[in-house]
């Protein structure tokens, strides 16, 4: 008789399995980064497209468009940050890659099988960039408030090394345990009192000294996968490396459903109103 033999964890086609250390290590830390995600080959096809956008070849994209450093109306030449939010939409063809279908299955495995994919983003971090910021925050502070459940799985596959010199993600581990989320305020003070997000999109927190921050290198083809509310950011881009990333986030489909019927899609052109979800989150207070 065939001995039953345990199917090697990794990749499996359309699958990434995890091991249960991994999953446990993702509920406990709030993080998790696994090595080679994707191979040379598969992410030739998806790399064409993402430097479509990063080069700002992919037109009417309007504020889905932006440095995630600075205001919007910074002229392209100057992002730090190039951001193209909601790739999918604008191009279709990006919908159902291997990458969106590998993070899927890390979804399943880490917030369940009722998951779906909310929004895509692509970053890239131009070289020689100090001010290629991205500042600390939990995602959930960008997010409408009320939503029936929070779970999500954001995966960040690294088109390039992402290491400490250009501005790897960062993160304070277990800070997804807290359980009120921290005040955020917009990243940049300079705009008008009212409309602040007619400015910029970037919201920030504040970190304390009990924060311990974690660099997370992660080599091309490998992904971090984060919980919505831990605490991370990353640093400028000093170095003569890009780092880019292609960002794939799947949360509850009734959670989706919810924010789809308020009107709010990820868009940066969106017409919630931030105010109030800014209101909500404290940040007036200060
Ligand atoms: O990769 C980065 O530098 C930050 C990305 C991020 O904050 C996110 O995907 O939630």
């Not at 993402?50 to 070849?57: A, N």
């Not at 005040?183 to 705009?191: D, F, K, M, T, V």
């Amino acid at each position: 008789m065939d001995r039953l033999v345990a199917a090697p964890l990794g990749i499996d086609g359309d699958e990434y399995r995890l091991a249960p250390d991994q999953i446990e290590a993702f509920h406990r830390d709030g993080y998790l980064v696994l090595d080679r995600f994707l191979t040379e080959l598969e992410i030739a096809p998806i790399e064409v497209v993402f430097d479509r956008f990063t080069r700002g070849e992919v037109k009417r994209m309007g504020r889905d468009f932006c440095d995630m450093s600075g205001p919007y109306d910074r002229a392209f030449d100057d992002f730090n940050i190039v951001n193209a939010v909601r790739p999918r939409h604008y191009e279709p063809a990006l919908q159902g890659n291997l990458f969106e279908r590998r993070a899927a299955s890390i979804a399943r495995q880490l917030i369940g099988d009722d998951s779906e994919l909310d929004y895509d983003q692509f970053l890239s971090k131009r070289p020689r960039r100090a001010a290629a910021v991205f500042a600390w925050h939990q995602d959930l502070g960008y997010w409408p408030t009320g939503t029936p459940d929070t779970r999500t799985t954001t995966c960040s596959l690294a088109l390039d090394d992402a290491t400490p010199e250009n501005g790897c993600l960062r993160v304070v581990p277990a800070s997804h345990l807290e359980t009120v989320l921290r005040p955020h305020r917009p990243a940049l003070r300079s705009g008008a009192e009212t409309g602040i997000r007619e400015t910029t999109h970037t919201l920030t927190v504040e970190l304390g000294d009990d924060d311990a921050i974690v660099d997370l290198p992660v080599k091309r083809g490998g992904v971090s996968v984060h919980n919505e509310r831990i605490i991370h950011g990353s640093s400028g881009n000093p170095s003569p490396r890009w780092r880019r990333t292609y960002v794939v986030a799947h949360r509850s489909r009734a959670t989706v459903e919810y924010e789809r019927s308020i009107g709010f899609t990820h868009s940066h052109n969106d017409e919630i109103n931030w105010e109030t979800h800014l209101d909500a989150l404290g940040h007036k207070d200060e």
